[in-house]
């Protein structure tokens, strides 16, 4: 290992590695297979990038990178561009000269690290050249798109079995951020990966403050917290992604937050490819960029200082909202998920999932992960603690969750569930058919609409039974009953609600409801709606001459990013600038301690750095 930390620090800049990196590097190194789960931000990333280098100079070959999106191919290549490591991609995006250069590069043993999209690894083509390379080892990365219990499913990952086949003696390392046990056994088993070995690192992310709110005016909410905990004293504002079910509402927020004075664009699978390519370039190399998205956007992405993620819309499952709140962050700092969650997305994602044209089986599992997501919405406990239970993971409140900052107050419900439970009884026996929930509250709270009276609703015992309750009240209580299972959605009924199995002994007083207190509404401004807690600025905690020290180095980062050609924080994360500016080294030697600083930028910036320093 004394090899591998002597790359650490020239290379990456870092005195130590943390968690099971150092087991995993060792174990690959030595040429075994492994599986390894680590959250985003956890340092995957160096599991394979030190093991390629140790294995390149010990003359066993190049490493080669399986990655499914181009911008992150592009990131990590430009990154350890920048560290002195000989790395390439072969992309579409290379004209053919540029990809034959690469190709005699490979050949010629002058490529450290290869990055490869999976379908061109699998084309005749490419594992011909790979026969006449000396491969050192294989890292598949994103590896839970094998997978079709997965939320990113992606065909060609299923191919990759192959290099097993292929490469028998070829050490592989399959790395992913999110997998349950389901999709690492199914991981394991497509890629053939039997024999390896399985790191699983803690799925925490305590950087990140997760905040779950009722959705009501779901913009204006959004802006509230932005506006709350992300603008920035020269009147900018933090990066951040705001995902979207729908292109529409993608199209439509971006338009509304830019009319209100966010930086905001827009991106999904259905725009136009040259402008969508412009704005994800615009996100990775720009500052105080918001990118409003669907899921099409997000996989893959190696921006470190995202500080925000807020959902619109809810995810289909605990995996995905893991995922996609974990693209926060990444650089270890304060960052925030926020997400506006109401009755209607419940509805909207089971009819999403009975109208697919899965078998039963895969709607079974959709539907118990979307369970488990609406189980993380409506609990009145930590928000982490149950996040990684869901990932069999146990621990302890958080403190830094919006149920541990504010802690909800609980009631017992079982009065009001078992009207809402009758109601649901009532009305379908009266009519033969089943409601949904605006209709059977209108009946709780005695509104004798046109509606009502036809289905002559206004004739049963429920009818204004729960009049002292509100509309978002009893809206609060029939999602709760939902989550609970008290409550099912009809397949294909719109909305319509049904009997769960646990509803009868709760109708008979066998069993109590506990349910979560609904919060009062905000005013106009949804300023309540919107705030999350105290800010989570990284900078608030600066004193004055640290605060100068960071924005003349932001400065100087944004201006050489610039030259480059790369993003800023290829040049160097917010994390390294904060402690640049904290420490404010004197000297090469001080600097060559400050964390993220490698042999060739020190080289290449050192000066540059003192420089900007010493005018501050």
Sequence with gaps: MSRALAILKEVFGY???????????????????????????????????????????????????????????????????????????????????????????????????????????????????????????????????????????????????????????????????????????????????????????????????????????????????????????????????????????????????????????????????????????????????????????????????????????????????????????????????WMAYGLGDVVQQKRMIDESEADEAHKRVSSSKLDALLGLCETAGCRRVRILAYFEESAGPCGNCDTCLEPPATWDGTREAQMALSCVYRTAQASRVHFGSTHLIDVLRGNASEKIRQWSHDKVSTFGIGKDLSVAEWHAIFRQLIAHGLLVIDHGGHGALLLGDPARAVLKGEQSVTLRRQVSKPGKSGERAGRGGPRTDHTATMDADTLSNWEALRAWRTSTAKSHGVPAYVIFHDATLAELARSAPASLDELAEVPGIGASKLERYGEEILEALREV
């Design 15 to 337: 005195h130590a590695f943390r968690g099971t990196q150092a087991e995993i590097i060792d174990h690959v190194a030595d040429g075994g297979d492994c599986l390894v789960l680590m959250p985003t931000g956890g340092g995957k990333s160096l599991c394979y990038q030190i093991p390629a280098l140790l294995r390149q100079q010990a003359g066993l070959g190049v490493g080669v990178v399986v990655s499914p999106l181009i911008a992150l191919m592009q990131d990590q290549v430009a990154a350890l561009t920048e560290a002195g490591v000989r790395a390439a991609v072969l992309n579409s995006t290379l004209s053919s000269s540029e990809a034959s250069a690469v190709e005699r590069d490979l050949l010629a043993g002058r490529v450290d690290v290869l990055y490869v999209a999976p379908e061109r690894l699998m084309t005749p083509r490419f594992l011909d050249l790979l026969d006449r390379t000396r491969v050192g080892l294989f890292a598949i990365d994103e590896a839970h798109c094998v997978s079709q219990w997965g939320h990113d499913f992606r065909p060609e990952y299923i191919q990759l079995s192959v290099l097993h086949e292929r490469f028998p003696n070829v050490p592989r390392i399959a790395l992913t951020a999110t997998a349950d046990a389901l999709t690492r056994n199914e991981i394991i088993e497509r890629l053939a990966l039997d024999d390896a070995r399985v790191f699983i690192s803690s799925f925490d992310r305590p950087n990140i403050r997760y905040r779950i709110v009722e959705k009501d005016n779901a913009r204006q909410q959004l802006l509230a917290f932005i506006k709350a905990e992300h603008m920035n004293g020269d009147g900018g504002h933090d990066s951040g992604i705001v995902y979207c079910l729908s292109r529409k509402k993608v199209e439509d927020t971006a338009q509304w937050l830019t009319s209100h004075g966010i930086n905001a664009l827009g991106y999904h699978a259905g725009m136009d490819a040259q402008v969508r390519q412009h704005h994800q370039a615009r996100f990775r190399e720009e500052e105080g960029i918001v990118m409003v998205a669907t899921i099409a956007f997000g996989m893959g992405i190696d921006k470190p200082d995202v500080r925000f993620v807020a959902h619109l819309d809810l995810p289909k499952s605990m995996e995905g909202y893991y995922q996609e709140t974990g693209r926060a962050g990444r650089d270890g700092l304060p960052a925030n998920a």
